[in-house]
């Protein structure tokens, strides 16, 4: 029973546009109400009718700890009983940057923000300034945040709601934003050929995962970096999925390539609002007040915040990733087995503690071929996983989270409530 979401539900249609303070969530794309959640432990989330639910969403990623770990909530009410915002310095934001930094080599120097949208941001304005160029190329399907030069054609949020893009972003905004198919690196090429002097910097998911989970074709990321280099742009990195999930390292670390800035989310502070973006010394020393780019932001470094990112990162320091990523990989698999015996056209691409599901025959590399996905067998799917416990994202275009609390018993009720599934 949902009762009470639904009730919770109504009252908030009258009080919040849609309902919902973030778009997805309204679950308008799988013909369901939202659930309406009061506390999580573990991989568990409980909802206000006392239901609980298998969780591989996690807070849309950034909880690879698992729900309300014990040493994040312990430095969390730590910190709390000192003050929940300074607007000033503290020590933990340095310990937090130094964390970072260590994690990845590319990141010299890091700034700390209150969301990924805010990183990707500042990234953005960063790259313009030092470049003293205009344009971005984005590619098609990815999505940066909310932030309008971004919102031509992103994906998550708009691309589950069919939003090409949004009312309220003047034309000459994305104007300046120049659209390429996501491993189509030939299309990149020509953006170059076309503005040699024009381009200030590519963004890229490394691990494309807000149109599902796309991968990176061998030689794409690569030819990024050669492109960029070759005509004097800068290469972006947003790591707000992909850092510390990944690898310790985020993705740069796993493929071994080497961004000129790097944007991080919510993952580098147990899930509290934060973000980062972060680079080569050189870069960084634009940002004010070294330098005459600005950004500032009041809840910026905040000791919440860094004491929840400071135990989170020190945690995950000592994790085996390895071992999270087979444990993800057998059971996408078992998954994608599944699926083959009801006779189902299906891909499950999986990589480190990350999986989606697209209802296709069609090998899925980038937005296009994502969007052949079947919708009315992932809502069917959707539909009767939750009634059976079993939390998924609301949308085929986001992308499935395990959490190192995940269970070989929760991987197998995920299962056996799949098999239970009828199409």
């Known amino acids: 029973m949902e009762t009470k979401s639904h009730e919770l539900f109504a009252k908030a249609c009258q009080l919040i546009p849609g309902g919902v303070n ?64 300074y607007g000033a310095p503290c020590e933990a934001e340095v310990e937090l940057a130094s964390l970072v930094c260590s994690a990845l080599p590319t990141v010299e120097m890091a700034r700390m923000v ?61 104007s300046a934003t120049l659209l390429a198919p996501y491993n189509d690196l030939d299309a990149v090429r020509e953006l170059f050929k076309k503005h040699p002097n024009e381009i200030a910097a590519v963004i890229v998911e490394p691990m494309a995962a807000n ?55 919510k993952i580098i502070g147990g ?69 083959k015996t009801k006779g189902l056209p299906v891909q499950v691409p999986t990589i480190a503690s990350m999986f989606s599901i697209f209802f296709t025959d069609e090998p899925v590399v980038d937005f296009k071929s994502a969007q052949t996905a079947d919708q009315k067998l992932f809502t069917t799917f959707y539909k009767q996983m939750r009634a059976q416990g079993i939390y998924l994202a609301p949308s085929s275009f986001e992308t499935g989270m395990v959490s190192f609390c995940h269970t070989d018993e929760d991987f197998e009720k995920t299962l056996a409530c799949a098999q239970k599934v009828q199409f």
């Open 22 to 85: 973030s778009p997805v969530r309204a679950c308008k794309n799988v013909d369901s109400k939202p659930l309406f959640i009061q506390k999580a432990s573990g991989a568990t989330i409980t909802d206000v009718d006392g239901n609980d639910y298998i969780d591989f969403v996690l807070s849309w990623g950034p909880m690879i700890l698992g729900h309300a770990h014990p040493k994040v909530t312990a430095a969390i009410q730590a910190a709390a009983a000192n003050g929940t915002s």
């Open 114 to 174: 209150n969301s990924g949208t805010e990183a990707t941001m500042s990234a953005l304005r960063l790259g313009r300034a030092y470049t003293k160029r205009n344009k971005l190329v984005k590619f098609i399907g990815c999505y940066h945040g909310h932030a309008d030069p971004f919102l031509a054609q992103a994906g998550s949020g708009l691309a589950t709601l069919a939003i090409p893009g949004t009312p309220g972003v003047p034309a000459e905004v994305v």
């Open 211 to 265: 149109m599902g989970l796309v991968l990176p074709k061998e030689g794409f990321l690569e030819g990024l970096r050669a492109l960029t280099h070759e005509y004097g742009a800068l290469l972006i990195f947003d790591e707000v999925i992909t850092g510390f999930r990944a690898a310790f390292g985020g993705a740069q670390a796993r493929l071994k390539i080497d961004p000129d800035l790097t944007t991080f989310g």
């Open 271 to 339: 899930g509290l609002p934060v973000g980062a973006f972060g680079g080569k010394k050189e870069i960084m020393e634009q940002v004010a007040p070294q330098g005459a780019v600005y950004q500032a932001g009041t809840l910026s470094g905040n000791p919440l915040a860094m004491a929840a990112g400071l135990a989170t990162l020190t945690e995950l320091k000592s994790k085996d990733y390895d071992s999270l990523e087979k444990r993800t990989q057998n059971f996408a698999q078992e998954l994608l087995a599944i699926f």
